[in-house]
């Protein structure tokens, strides 16, 4: 072998490897980006089941409770689920956890 034959052949193999280096780094940041929109869906979720539960606290529950009858109750579905996704539990903070631990148990607490 000569001088360019090995210098090719290094070549070759330094591409090779820069190619499936940049093609992994791709497909993590997507992967990534893929797994951050679906905490946010997830987040944009509960959002809305609070939304939904503020709306039953205010026209369903305080104006007849202390007559004894609830006429609708909170849903606690969606922070439920979340709560057993791994992949919501790897991107939330743990203060955020907190506060939606002490959500759900508040609200399991008033139906």
């Known amino acids: 072998m000569t001088e360019t034959d090995w210098v090719k052949a290094v070549l070759s193999v330094v591409t090779t490897a820069l190619g499936v280096l940049f093609g992994l780094l ?10 951050q929109r679906a905490y946010r869906a997830m987040l944009a979720g509960i959002s809305s089941e609070a939304r ?5 606290l ?7 409770y202390n007559g004894g009858i609830v006429v609708r109750s ?12 791994p992949q919501f539990v790897k991107h939330a ?17 008033a139906n």
Not at 58 to 64: A, D, G, I, K, Q
């Open 93 to 109: 903070k743990s203060a955020h956890m907190d506060i939606i631990y002490e959500y759900l148990r508040n609200v399991g607490l």
């Open 58 to 64: 205010y026209e369903s529950f305080l104006p007849f």
């Open 74 to 85: 909170f849903s606690t579905t969606t922070v439920g689920r979340c709560l057993g996704d």
């Open 52 to 56: 939904n539960n503020k709306a039953v």
């Open 26 to 35: 791709g497909n993590g940041y997507v992967f990534w980006r893929r797994e």
